[in-house]
């Protein structure tokens, strides 16, 4: 008897026995970056001195604060568009080029106190973000470094006043998911500034100047929940019309982006474009781009808002390669966000809704030519399960493998969704997908990187079965959604 008892539990053990997770392949994203990463769409609002000036993007510094007058300023009309185009967050331009401060700000009289907008009293940063936090919302703030209104800028007296400045956002506005710091110093235009009436160019060294490792620092001490662009936690695009690189890689090595940094013009260019694929900080891009030709608002421009199908495009090229978005809806003279632009957004919104609207994958039935210790826990099942958080392993020495999913019946496919469980690390170099047509799998679009999220657009095809093949991987490969459309 006790043999019997002793062989049922040595059988039972080892049905039972727990598969060990696949090891994390470095380097990871944090809490903070992945919370991000989820975001995927937000906005970004360029509102100054500049909207009344005419002149585009880069005011001089001796704008007279009173020009600033919207007439009909609705922070609510901002927040309620934004949410209901479906994006998740607005980045705020707080301070731009031009020095001038859309918040009372003590250190400085450049600023909306000194302007007729509601008599001197108004406070743009506080309305915008007390209207996205009712709308559900994040709220993040933009903080031009280069500043040519200020007398001091290009010495030690301005970092203070900087650090100063963004001290009162990070404290005075409540949660800030995103501190927006600009990588342009000047240096396309000479340097050339008001400076408080010097009328110069001034020349400082971008990687030296701003002794960025203790703003980041100071950052984190005081707002240990928001993430930093242009600083450790997010890279730039390494352009501003609407795309990332393909193959589009969350690691890089962070010294050669990072101050003291090369210009990011020239031989950097491809590591901001495209990430390096075998790099030891993860540093993800974000894509910003304007629904416009211009940053901020030009009535010019309002036959040139961006239609519902290059939005289209440009979020494929973007979140569809792994990379959040940042779109740019600059409101006017009025204070509000143009009938065009929100015509566009909807437009879009529409597009997207009906373009994405079924999944064909959800809780399909999955097969893979092979899966972890062989435990459900790991199985292809949980590509199709609807979770994030669940997904398909191979063992540890397994860096290529196949997942084959049926969707019951003949359906027609434009769009195959693959996320990686990137949690665990960036791992998938090369990948394609195959349908099963004529008695044969047939080859219809391939890869490289996946990362956070990948969306394939393909000719449109008749097909019962997808199969995802993963034909080379830095690691066991982690593949936890696939979704077809």
Same mark, same amino acid.
């Given at each position: 008897?006790n043999?019997?008892? #002793?062989?049922?539990?040595?059988?039972?053990?080892?049905?039972?026995?727990?598969?060990?997770?696949?090891?994390?392949?470095? *380097?990871? *994203?944090?809490?903070?970056?992945?919370?991000?990463h989820?975001?995927?769409i937000?906005?970004?609002?360029?509102?100054?001195?500049?909207?009344?000036?005419?002149?585009?993007?880069?005011?001089?510094?001796?704008?007279?604060p009173?020009?600033?007058n919207?007439?009909?300023?609705?922070?609510?009309?901002?927040?309620?568009?934004?949410?209901?185009? +479906?994006?998740? +967050?607005?980045?705020?331009?707080?301070?731009?080029?031009?020095?001038?401060?859309?918040?009372?700000?003590k250190?400085?009289?450049?600023?909306?106190?000194?302007?007729?907008?509601? /008599?001197?009293k108004g406070d743009?940063?506080k309305?915008v973000?007390?209207?996205c936090?009712?709308?559900?919302?994040?709220? +993040?703030?933009?903080?031009?470094?280069?500043?040519?209104?200020?007398? $001091?800028?290009?010495?030690?007296?301005?970092?203070v006043?900087?650090?100063?400045?963004?001290?009162e956002?990070?404290?005075?506005?409540? %949660?800030i998911?995103?501190?927006?710091?600009?990588g342009?110093?000047?240096?396309?235009?000479d340097g050339?500034?008001?400076?408080g009436?010097?009328?110069?160019s001034?020349?400082i060294?971008?990687g030296?100047?701003?002794?960025?490792?203790?703003?980041?620092a100071?950052?984190?001490?005081?707002? *240990?929940? &928001?993430v930093?662009?242009?600083?450790?936690?997010?890279?730039?695009?390494?352009?501003?019309?609407?795309?990332?690189?393909?193959?589009?890689w969350?690691?890089?090595?962070?010294?050669?982006?990072?101050?003291?940094?090369k210009?990011?013009?020239?031989?950097?260019y491809n590591i901001?474009?495209?990430g390096?694929?075998?790099?030891t900080?993860?540093?993800?891009?974000?894509?910003?781009?304007?629904i416009?030709?211009?940053?901020?608002y030009?009535?010019?421009?309002?036959?040139?808002?961006?239609?519902?199908?290059n939005l289209l495009?440009?979020?494929?090229?973007?979140?569809?390669r792994?990379?959040?978005?940042?779109?740019?809806?600059?409101?006017?003279?009025?204070?509000?966000?143009?009938?065009?632009?929100?015509?566009?957004?909807?437009g879009w919104?529409?597009?997207?809704?009906?373009?994405?609207a079924?999944?064909?994958?959800?809780?399909?039935?999955?097969?893979?030519?092979?899966?972890?210790?062989?435990s459900?826990?790991?199985?292809?099942?949980?590509?199709?399960?609807?979770n994030?958080?669940?997904?398909?392993?191979? %063992?540890?020495?397994? &860096?290529?493998?196949?997942?084959?999913? %049926?969707l019951?019946?003949?359906?027609k496919? /434009?769009y195959?969704?693959?996320?990686?469980?990137?949690?665990?690390?960036?791992?998938?170099?090369?990948?394609?997908?195959? #349908?099963?047509?004529?008695?044969?799998?047939? $080859?219809?679009?391939?890869?490289?990187?996946?990362?956070y999220?990948?969306i394939?657009?393909?000719?449109?095809?008749?097909? $019962?079965?997808?199969?995802i093949?993963?034909?080379?991987?830095?690691?066991?490969p982690? #593949?936890?959604?696939?979704?077809?459309?």
């Open positions: 008897m043999a019997v008892l #002793i062989t049922w539990f040595v059988l039972m053990t080892s049905c039972t026995r727990e598969v060990e997770p696949p090891q994390s392949a470095l *380097p990871i *994203p944090t809490e903070l970056q992945m919370t991000w989820e975001m995927e937000y906005a970004f609002i360029h509102f100054t001195v500049n909207t009344f000036t005419g002149v585009g993007t880069l005011g001089y510094g001796d704008e007279n009173e020009i600033f919207p007439t009909a300023f609705d922070a609510e009309q901002w927040a309620k568009t934004i949410k209901e185009a +479906g994006l998740k +967050g607005l980045i705020l331009t707080c301070k731009h080029h031009d020095g001038f401060c859309l918040w009372p700000s250190y400085t009289e450049h600023s909306v106190k000194n302007s007729p907008f509601m /008599n001197g743009v940063v309305a973000s007390d209207a936090r009712k709308n559900g919302l994040k709220f +993040g703030v933009y903080l031009s470094p280069w500043d040519r209104s200020h007398a $001091q800028y290009g010495t030690s007296e301005y970092i006043y900087f650090r100063n400045q963004l001290q956002l990070l404290t005075n506005y409540g %949660d998911f995103e501190v927006w710091f600009d342009y110093y000047g240096t396309g235009v050339l500034g008001y400076y009436g010097a009328n110069e001034r020349k060294d971008p030296t100047y701003f002794d960025w490792a203790n703003t980041w100071m950052v984190r001490e005081i707002s *240990p929940m &928001t930093i662009f242009n600083g450790p936690d997010i890279r730039w695009s390494g352009n501003e019309h609407g795309e990332v690189g393909d193959p589009n969350n690691t890089v090595n962070a010294d050669t982006l990072l101050p003291p940094h210009n990011p013009y020239d031989d950097v901001y474009f495209h390096e694929e075998n790099g900080s993860w540093l993800p891009a974000e894509v910003d781009v304007s416009r030709p211009g940053w901020f030009d009535a010019a421009e309002d036959d040139q808002v961006r239609t519902p199908e495009k440009i979020y494929l090229e973007s979140v569809g792994g990379a959040p978005l940042l779109l740019n809806i600059p409101p006017d003279r009025r204070g509000l966000l143009h009938e065009n632009d929100v015509k566009s957004l909807m919104k529409n597009l997207l809704d009906r373009t994405f079924v999944n064909l994958a959800a809780h399909a039935k999955a097969k893979a030519d092979s899966y972890r210790g062989k459900k826990k790991y199985a292809a099942a949980n590509v199709t399960d609807g994030r958080e669940t997904y398909w392993a191979t %063992d540890d020495d397994v &860096t290529k493998g196949s997942l084959e999913i %049926d019951g019946k003949m359906q496919v /434009n195959v969704l693959v996320q990686e469980y990137i949690r665990l690390g960036q791992r998938v170099k090369d990948f394609n997908v195959e #349908i099963w047509e004529d008695n044969a799998w047939k $080859q219809i679009a391939k890869g490289s990187a996946i990362g999220k990948r394939l657009r393909i000719d449109p095809v008749d097909t $019962q079965k997808i199969r093949n993963i034909v080379d991987s830095k690691a066991c982690l #593949i936890s959604m696939v979704e077809v459309y």
